[in-house]
Structure formats: structure tokens, C-alpha cells
């Protein structure tokens, strides 16, 4: 059967990393028959060029009738001056929510050939493997009411609302005590039940659920010391599950143990595994058109879609291992670089991984 697949490069170094993400695939496609079919369509900046719209109708369609999405970054200084509700970032946050997209899995992997890449010392991150499972269509990312508004003594204020619904977090928690169990079986739920009601709900609710996964240690922690536990002894988390904002800020953290951020992945799921799959990095405006970003978590994103929307764990494997040996031979792109290194450009690092997967190594 054939399998549909949205392509939106979106804004900056969108377009330039999806490319090899592509070029990965189609690869992939010839060798195993995959039967991938992909249609492109704009979403951010690029739709509100074209559209008026960061999520226009047109890419409404196509995301609604794919079996997958892949994306690259929305974003960039020439609209930051738009208003907020037409703003790149409203279309990701849309598109989100239009597909129901609740379970935000952000695997952190470091992988050993670029330990010395990390801000952390080696013996604190050599072997990290860790799972972020974000909620990703609720909480104060979209409470109502919200706004800027004049009091009555002419003051602006700004205000938002941090909401959950018992099923929100029911639903998150499942998603979450389920990757655990395939995992090491430790999940760890992250909340600031000590201030926020909100919060306390969450608490509660993940201890309500965790009856139903005995086999899977539950334990809860405050966000400002996960903050801090991740920067200190990260090795000691195997699943984090947390709300919307707490995770979108615990990602990058945990990205940068890694050694960049233009490594990780990233998966959104809906309740039935379609999903919409996207590197966890931004656009990054600054470096846009200069051929050096790194490809490789649009690539690894590319992978997670085979696995997890598409069944296809072996052609998921071939991918990671690619990578893999592209590391292995030394490649580096800038975000990466460390002395005795070969660095490359953003297509290049897409050429190795192409070669790799032909070759079995980087040639
Ligand atoms: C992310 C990003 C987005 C978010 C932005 C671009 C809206 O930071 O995916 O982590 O805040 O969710
Ligand atoms: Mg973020």
C-alpha cells in the first residue's frame, strides 16, 4: 500500500535539511520498496508568504489525508513583527492540535562518537538514553482565556492559563507508562504540584494510573530540580513525563547533553500512531542558506516516522545505522566539529548517510 507523506520544509534552514532527509528516503525507498509517495506543502513563514496563513487550508488537506508528516522549522525575524495568531509558530502549534498530536516523544540519545561534543563531562553523559514524552496539544500552550488586555488604571497586562483535564493527563500518562514499559521500565513525572494546582491534578492522576503498569517504577520530581538533575546526573532518568511548557524546556536542555540539538528527533503522535515527525530545532535564521546545518536530526526524525507511524523498525534501523557509520567515518558538520574532524556541509553529511546505507559504510 502506498504510504502518503507531507512534506513541509517550512522556514530558515528548513528547506536545506529536509532535503537530505529526502534524499535519505528516496534512497531507502529504491533499495526496499517501500512504496513512500511524498507531496510537498508550506507551513510558517513560507505559507504566510504565499497564503496569509502559517497553516492555510491547502496544507489543512494534505496533512488530513497523509499518513504522515514530516516537517523541518517554522520561523524567523522577518515575521516576528506579524501579529501573534498569524505568526509561523501559530501554524505548528495549529497543525498540532488540528491532528490531535498529544504524545511529543524526544528521545536523547548521546551517541559515543561525540561525547566530546557535549558540555557535559564524558563519564556524565557516555551512555545517555533518555526518553522526554512531552504533552504536546494542552496545558497553558493553549488555555483559554488568554491575551493581552489594559486594566482599568491604564496598565497592560499579559495573562494565560495553565489547564489540564483529568483525560488530558490520563491519556499522556498512558502514552508514557507504555513507552516505559518497552524501555528500562522508570518513569519519572514532572510537575510543580507544589505551587500549581494544575499540576497537583497531574500528580495525582499519574499516581491513579500507575495501579494499571505495576512493572514500571513511577517517581515524581519538581521541575527546577529536573532542571538541575539533568544538568547534574542524567543517566538517572529512563522516561520523563511532563506537561507542555516543562517539556518544551527539559528538551532542549537535555538536547545540549548530547552535544547538539542538531541531533535530536522528535515524533507527535495522535491516539491511533499517525504522526507528525520534525527535528526539535528551531530554524535557525542565522545560519539559513549557508549549507551548514546539521541534517541529521531531520534525517533521524525520518527514521522514527518508518518505526512508529509505518511498522517499519528494519528500515528505521538501516537509517540510525547509517548515521551511525557516518559519524563513524569522521563527518562532521559544524555544530559537531571537534579537531582532527572532516567537516562538511549540510548535503554532504546527507551524501554520507546515503552511502552508508548503499555501502554499509561511509566510502
Ligand atoms: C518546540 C518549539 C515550538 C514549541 C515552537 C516553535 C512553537 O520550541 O517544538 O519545542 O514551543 O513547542
Ligand atoms: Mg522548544
Redesign the pocket.
Known sequence: MIKKIAVLAGDGIGPEIMAEAIKVLNDLNSQMNLALEFENGLIGGAAYDEYGSPFPQQTIDLVKKSDAILLGA??GKKWEVLDISVRP?KG??RLRSTLGLFSNLRPAILYPQLADASSLKPELVSGLDLMIVRELTGGIYFGQPRGIRILENGERQGFNTAVYSESEIRRIGRSAFQIAQKRNKKLCSVDKANVLECTELWRTVMDEISVDYPDVQLSHMYVDNAAMQLVRAPKQFDVIVTSNLFG?VL?DAAAMLTGSIGMLPSASLDANGKGMYEP?H?SAPDIAGKGIANPLATILSAAMMLRYTFNLGEAAERIEKAVNDALDANVRTADIFSEGMTKVSTSEMGDAVVSALQNGAVV
Open positions: 517554522v520561523g509558530e505548528l502549534l518544551d528538551s526539535i528551531g
